[in-house]
């Protein structure tokens, strides 16, 4: 029963739309049909050109991670898989909202917010990747796939190490990795497009130069 309430509590709060409903309110901006179409921070910002609509987006979508486990832990006390069945459902609902034909975020401000409340190690090794990624290629979207696919690989195969590093452990090692894979594979799921994009582009760029150099 503590598995159910934790999942809809995590579902509640990650499925409200910030983005759409703010831009909707203030700019009167269907953000699913604008820039990006993603309903985020980054495309908050750009569509609105207003910083503080971005920031506004992205501190209540880190707050739709924090809640729900910030609730189940007050409820449950620190029992690790209620916690991740509060944010792994947060961000699920975040990345595909019903209230908007499923679409949404793509969830790393909302699982940012609940994973610092108890597995301390993921986003501190998410944030060194990221910025590796991004000083090698420097393109958002390529930081954001190399760091979650890095950070659940890691999460998986050194999971007896980082199982420790929590506020409370998981029963077993393996739970805790497939438990951080199964995030970041949510968060996956909504960069394949986008990282899509930026693939055929460097394609397209690559072909070009050669064709210039010959």
Same mark, same amino acid.
């Given at each position: 029963?503590?598995?159910?309430?934790? =999942? !809809?509590?995590?579902?509640?709060?990650? /499925?409200?739309?910030?983005?759409?409903?703010?831009?909707?309110?203030?700019?009167?901006?269907?953000?699913?049909?604008?820039? /990006?179409?993603?309903?985020?921070?980054?495309?908050?910002?750009?569509?609105?050109?207003?910083?503080? @609509?971005?920031?506004?987006?992205?501190? @209540?979508? *880190?707050?739709?991670? *924090?809640?729900?486990?910030?609730?189940?832990?007050?409820?449950?006390?620190?029992?690790? =898989?209620?916690?991740?069945?509060?944010?792994?459902?947060?961000?699920? +609902?975040?990345?595909?909202?019903? #209230?908007?034909?499923?679409?949404?975020? %793509?969830?790393?401000?909302?699982?940012?917010?609940? /994973?610092?409340?108890? +597995?301390?190690?993921?986003?501190?090794? #998410? !944030? *060194?990747?990221? @910025?590796?990624?991004?000083?090698? %290629?420097?393109?958002?979207?390529?930081?954001?796939?190399?760091?979650?696919?890095?950070?659940?690989?890691?999460?998986?195969?050194? &999971?007896?190490? =980082?199982?420790?590093?929590?506020?409370?452990?998981?029963?077993?090692? #393996? !739970?805790?990795?497939?438990?951080?894979?199964?995030?970041?594979?949510?968060?996956?799921?909504?960069?394949?497009?986008? *990282?899509?994009? #930026?693939?055929? &582009?460097?394609? %397209?760029?690559? &072909? %070009?130069?050669?064709?210039?150099?010959?």
């Amino acid at each position: 029963m503590y598995y159910i309430i934790s =999942l !809809i509590i995590g579902y509640s709060i990650g /499925s409200i739309p910030t983005a759409y409903i703010l831009l909707k309110k203030v700019k009167g901006i269907d953000i699913t049909n604008e820039g /990006s179409k993603n309903v985020g921070a980054l495309n908050s910002y750009e569509v609105s050109n207003s910083r503080l @609509i971005g920031a506004v987006v992205l501190f @209540i979508d *880190f707050l739709k991670g *924090f809640l729900p486990v910030y609730i189940v832990q007050v409820i449950f006390g620190n029992e690790f =898989l209620y916690s991740v069945i509060a944010i792994a459902s947060a961000v699920f +609902a975040h990345c595909y909202s019903p #209230w908007i034909k499923f679409k949404g975020g %793509r969830g790393l401000a909302t699982a940012l917010g609940g /994973s610092v409340l108890f +597995a301390y190690s993921i986003p501190v090794i #998410w !944030i *060194f990747f990221w @910025i590796v990624s991004y000083l090698f %290629r420097r393109h958002i979207h390529f930081s954001n796939m190399s760091s979650t696919i890095l950070t659940g690989a890691i999460a998986i195969a050194n &999971s007896d190490i =980082l199982n420790k590093y929590t506020k409370e452990s998981a029963d077993e090692n #393996w !739970i805790f990795g497939i438990s951080v894979a199964l995030v970041m594979a949510i968060i996956m799921s909504k960069h394949i497009e986008p *990282f899509k994009e #930026w693939f055929l &582009s460097q394609k %397209r760029k690559t &072909s %070009r130069n050669n064709y210039e150099t010959d």
